[in-house]
C-alpha cells in the first residue's frame, strides 16, 4: 500500500534559518505529492504540490521537487520567519497510468516547526 | 476560508452515545472527504463520497457512517462511542474525484469522549 514518512520532529528555528523538512514515499502507482500546512486551530491548507517526477513545486518562498529516484519530496526554505510556525504535512494521492486519481490522500505523520525570533 | 463549512466545532460526549458530524462543502464541488486526525495515529482518511455515491472506502470502523445528501452536504455518523475515538474529523471537498484536483479542507470538528 501507499505511505509517507516524513522526518521526526519538532523543528526549532531561529528566524531567518534555513529549513529543510525530509519527506519519503512509497506508493503504487504514479503519484501527485504535497505539502500541507496546519496552522494553530485550523484546518489543512495546501502549501505546493508537484504531479509528476522532477516538478518543482514552490508557493510563499518553499520549495519542493518530486524525486522518483529517491521516492522523495523534501520541503525547503530558505529563510523562515516566525509566522511559519506550524505542522507540515507530507502527502500523496495516487493515481494510474491514465491519470485517474484515486483521490485520497496518504499523510505522513507531520513535523511541527517552531520558529523563533 | 477554504469556503469548507463544518458543525459543530466542538462535541463532547459520553462512551456508549452517538453523533452526527456535518460537512457543507465548497460551491460546485461534487466531491467530500472524511478524514480523522488523533494523535497516535495521525490523519487517516476515512470515506470519500462522490455525488451521492461513495467512491472509497479507507480505515472506517463499522461503528462509523457516512452519507452525501442531493444538496452534496455530507454527514459522518458515529455511533457506540468509545474514548478512543476522540479526535478531530476534517472534511475536505475537491470538483470531481476521477482526476487530480485540490481538496479543500474545512476547519475540522474536534470530538471529546469523555
Known amino acids: 500500500g501507499n505511505s509517507v514518512t516524513q522526518m521526526e520532529g519538532p523543528v526549532t528555528l531561529s528566524e531567518e534559518a534555513f529549513l529543510t523538512i525530509n519527506c519519503t514515499y512509497t506508493a503504487t502507482g504514479y503519484p501527485s505529492l504535497f505539502w500541507y500546512v496546519q496552522y494553530p486551530g485550523e484546518g489543512l491548507q495546501l502549501l505546493l504540490k508537484a504531479t509528476k517526477a522532477d516538478d518543482k513545486g514552490s508557493n510563499k518562498g518553499f520549495e519542493a521537487t518530486y524525486r522518483k529516484e529517491t521516492t522523495s519530496f523534501h520541503l525547503e526554505k530558505g529563510s523562515v520567519q516566525v509566522s511559519d510556525s506550524a505542522v507540515y504535512f507530507c502527502?500523496?494521492?495516487?493515481?494510474?497510468?491514465?491519470?485517474?486519481?484515486?483521490?485520497?490522500?496518504?499523510f505522513g505523520q507531520g513535523t511541527i516547526l517552531t520558529v523563533h525570533p | 476560508d477554504s469556503g469548507v463549512t463544518q458543525t459543530p466545532k466542538h462535541l463532547i460526549t459520553a462512551t456508549g452515545q452517538r453523533v452526527t458530524l456535518r460537512c457543507s462543502p465548497r460551491?460546485?464541488?461534487?466531491?467530500v472527504y472524511w478524514y480523522q486526525q488523533s494523535l497516535d495515529q495521525g490523519l487517516q482518511f476515512l470515506i470519500q463520497?462522490?455525488?451521492?455515491?461513495?467512491?472509497a472506502k479507507g480505515n472506517i470502523l463499522e461503528r462509523f457512517s457516512a452519507q452525501q445528501f442531493p444538496d452534496l452536504h455530507s454527514e459522518l455518523n458515529l455511533s457506540s462511542l468509545e474514548l478512543g475515538d476522540s479526535a478531530l474529523y476534517f472534511c475536505?471537498?475537491?470538483?470531481?474525484?476521477?482526476?487530480?484536483?485540490?481538496?479543500?479542507f474545512g476547519p475540522g470538528t474536534r470530538l471529546t469522549v469523555l
Open positions: 475536505a471537498s475537491s470538483v470531481d474525484s476521477r482526476h487530480y484536483n485540490e481538496q479543500f
Open positions: 502527502a500523496l494521492s495516487d493515481q494510474d497510468a491514465g491519470g485517474t486519481s484515486y483521490g485520497k490522500l496518504t
Open positions: 463520497y462522490y455525488n451521492g455515491e461513495e467512491r
Open positions: 460551491s460546485g464541488d461534487l466531491s
